[in-house]
């Protein structure tokens, strides 16, 4: 019997102008990267941490590229 996690994504960007937080959920990985509180580029920082280790999302080692883990 396998483990089923659904996911979602939300935030609340608060009582700023644009939401610097950043999220990724996929097959393995689920990632939340908090944006920097109105700081120059937040969410540059943040969409950088996600695509950092997005990749990292892949198969299990020994299982098929596609494949439902």
Known sequence: MGVVLRTGLRSDRGPRADNE?????????????????????????????????????GPAPGQAPGAVP
């Open 21 to 57: 937080d950043r999220a990724f959920a996929g097959t393995r990985l689920l990632v939340v990267a908090d944006g920097m509180g109105g700081h120059d580029d937040g969410a540059a920082a943040g969409a950088a941490a996600v695509a950092a280790v997005r990749p990292l999302d």
